[in-house]
């Protein structure tokens, strides 16, 4: 049955709904950083300054020049002789200032033979990840753990979601390479095992214990694996300790 009497409310009620169904749609597909609001703005290093807002503070345009568009030594490759046999190179806001405001970030991965860029996930920005050279294993998982694994070759492209825990593994005994590309200036990087084994100071074995459902001495056998620090050494912090400084 058609009303053709109160056309006026129909309308506005569909075009309000429009309107968020709008709004919804583009907001989920905001996924990178925020829109400049300027040409450029080539990010500072100067410690003086001790107020960042969303990034860096900008170098005065009348002193930028085409080479603070410029990062040089993409071509060379990162370190794999350590434990895991890979090397990310992050060229981000840190490495890179004229990145600052645009919403862009690579990264070069460089792979030893077998070698493993441990599972790890970057806080703020998608991954869209290029294989150069070699055959990598490589997948990631999802909120509901749910793995989404495969073979990648050479010419392979392949997208890592934001925020979600992933890896490559380097299945030639010849180096392997791969280059990255973030929608965020500062993606971040934040590696499973040192999130957990690596932390300064450590979490307290309570924690890791539980957690893990395993004792203490599997917990020191992780740690010394990823901690730089001296695992001997009893830092002496407990919940107790901890609870008497609160309260
Ligand atoms: C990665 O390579 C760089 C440059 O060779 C090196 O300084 C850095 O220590 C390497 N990182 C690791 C984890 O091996
Ligand atoms: C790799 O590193 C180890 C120790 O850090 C060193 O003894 C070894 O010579 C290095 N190998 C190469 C090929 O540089
Ligand atoms: C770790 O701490 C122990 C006890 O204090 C000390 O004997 C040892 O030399 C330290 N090891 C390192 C690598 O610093």
Redesign the pocket.
Same mark, same amino acid.
């Given at each position: 049955m058609v009303n053709t009497k109160g056309g006026r409310l129909p309308k506005l009620v569909i075009s309000t709904f429009c309107m968020s169904a709008f709004a919804i749609l583009f907001y989920v597909s905001d996924a990178s950083d925020p829109t400049p609001l300027q040409d450029f703005c080539v990010g500072i290093n100067d410690p003086n300054y001790a107020v960042v807002v969303n990034g860096k503070l900008c170098k005065n345009p009348n002193d930028v020049t085409v080479n603070d568009f410029l990062y040089k030594g993409f071509n060379?490759?990162? $370190? #794999? &002789? &350590?434990t895991?046999g890979? &090397?990310? #190179?992050l060229v981000d806001i840190t490495r890179f200032p004229g990145v600052n405001t645009q919403g862009v970030a690579m990264a070069r991965v $460089?792979f030893g033979p077998y070698g493993l860029n441990t599972p790890h996930l970057h806080p703020r920005g998608s991954e869209i990840f290029a294989v150069v050279e070699g055959t990598l294993y490589a997948g990631f998982v999802t909120t509901g753990y749910k793995l989404y694994d495969t073979i990648l070759k050479k010419g392979d492209v392949i997208v890592f979601p934001q925020g979600l825990i992933h890896f490559q593994l380097n299945l030639g005994k010849k180096d392997a390479l791969a280059y990255a590309s973030f929608g965020s200036q500062n993606p971040g990087r934040v590696n499973v095992a040192d999130g957990v084994f690596a932390t300064t100071p450590r979490i307290l074995d309570d924690v890791l214990t539980k957690g893990f459902q395993v004792d203490e001495i599997v917990i020191e056998q992780l740690r010394s694996q990823f901690s730089p620090e001296n695992i001997s050494v009893n830092t002496g912090r407990s919940i107790l300790k901890l609870l008497s400084q609160t309260f």
């Open positions: 060379v490759p990162g $370190d #794999t &002789n &350590n895991q890979a &090397n990310a #190179t $460089d």
